[in-house]
């Protein structure tokens, strides 16, 4: 499986009036760590674009388990799990200093062709091979 991580330090404007990361939040943390795999892979936004496909969340899920506060250090890991008909990635937001499991989720994107606008059943084959080579 093919992972990425980054961390971010919790910034005041990240919080809630109830001191806690607010929840939409998590929702670009997540999104740190995809365009990190995505780099790292070497298919991000503009890489997509020029392959001629747009890849669309089309699904996501976050499962709180602990909140995050102010001035906290967090690891956020996207790690691809599914490529084949789809972009499957899970995400784990943990503490970095402790390792605490914070958060986690997912996202699921699918290809769809720019010019007709048409979503795929299945990942363009340079990708698959691209990824398969790469386990």
Known sequence: MISASVTETIQFYHLDPMNVVWHGNYVQFFEQARCALLDLIDYNYPQMDASGYVWPV????????????????????????????????????????????????????????????????????FLIDKLETMN
Do not use: H, W
Request: net charge positive; hydrophobic share 35%; glycine share 6%.
């Open 58 to 125: 089309v699904d996501m899920r976050v499962k709180y388990v602990r909140p995050c506060r102010f001035g906290q250090k967090i690891q956020i890991t996207a790690t691809l799990i599914e490529y084949e008909n789809r972009l499957k990635i899970s995400y784990l937001i943990t503490d970095a200093q402790t390792g605490e499991k914070l958060t986690k989720g997912f996202t699921i994107q699918v290809a769809v062709e720019k010019a007709s606008g048409e979503m795929l059943f299945r990942s363009p084959d």
